[in-house]
């Protein structure tokens, strides 16, 4: 076999529920391999095709390791068929037990989405912060954002939306909100009490880079505008990065940072928050 000498390799977890199962079993085989880090992709609550296009985009744009937990055979069909378009190796992590126990015990198991969770507090909380997150993406339900634990804003392609699904399976309720030019950012967010705004940014190669990638995966015929243009782009952030520091929100720098490196670093931000929250109310 091959020796690989790559130092990180990308862990695409897909399911439909919380993922939890799948972190497990992945995090359990990857650190075996101490000279390699994987990169994890988690994708949960994955119940429609629409849904699965994200994922099989994500997954062509960052191509590695697919382990999934899918009870739609329409939905793990078209994964696996698309992964062996893009030669990337992908595994039902439940297919080999269930085989197992159906051999053993001489009966099919009867297939219930998220079953193997048992109904506890933290389980229902991690449900509606996935549920809260997935509807407010992108700028969505502003009447609503009140109610978010953290309200992540940056220009487009910061890492916001799987910021906030990765934030969301540990039970933060996360809503995001686009910085786009010459358009003001809704005003609501100066009376938001409860939500910790968090500014994302990168450096203007990085974000040129990705959004470059974006147009040519989309086969867009987008022209070469200031959407790409480098001076443009690092305006574009230089703006951001002044309104965040003007309103005193914390800011990270997502340009070599992980998206578990950035959620880290946002949780020990929103502990501080609810501290300072909890002595003004307190006070």
Not at 55 to 63: A, G, H, L, Y
């Amino acid at each position: 076999m091959t020796q690989r000498h790559e130092s990180y390799f990308h862990l695409h977890l897909v399911s439909d529920a919380t993922g939890e199962t799948l972190m497990t079993v992945g995090r359990a085989a990857a650190v075996q391999y101490a000279t390699v880090s994987a990169i994890e992709h988690v994708y949960p609550l994955v119940r429609s095709q629409k849904q699965l296009d994200r994922v099989i985009s994500e997954i062509e744009n960052n191509p590695g390791i697919v382990l999934y937990t899918l009870v739609d055979h329409e939905l793990s069909d078209r994964l696996e068929g698309k992964c062996r378009e893009f030669g990337c190796p992908c595994m039902s992590v439940l297919a080999p037990v269930l085989s197992m126990f159906q051999n053993y015990l001489g009966a099919a198991s009867t297939p219930r989405v998220g079953a193997q969770h048992v109904l506890n507090a933290e389980y229902f909380l991690r449900i509606d912060a996935l549920n809260y997150t997935m509807m407010h993406d992108d700028g969505q339900l502003p009447e609503n954002w009140e109610e978010a634990d953290v309200l992540l804003v940056g220009v487009s392609r910061t890492s916001k939306t799987p910021t906030s699904i990765y934030l969301a399976n540990r039970g933060v309720k996360t809503a995001n909100i686009p910085m786009v030019p010459g358009i003001p950012l809704p005003p609501n967010i100066e009376a938001l009490k409860k939500p910790l705004v968090v500014g994302l940014f990168a450096s203007p190669e990085r974000i040129v880079q990705i959004r470059e990638n974006r147009i040519l995966s989309l086969n867009a015929t987008q022209d070469k505008s200031s959407y790409v243009d480098r001076a443009a782009v690092a305006e574009e952030i230089t703006l951001s990065r002044r309104l965040f520091a003007a309103k005193s929100w914390p800011m990270i720098d997502v340009t070599r940072r992980s998206i578990e490196e950035t959620a880290a670093a946002i949780i020990t931000y929103l502990k501080d928050h609810r501290r300072a929250l909890a002595d003004r109310d307190g006070s």
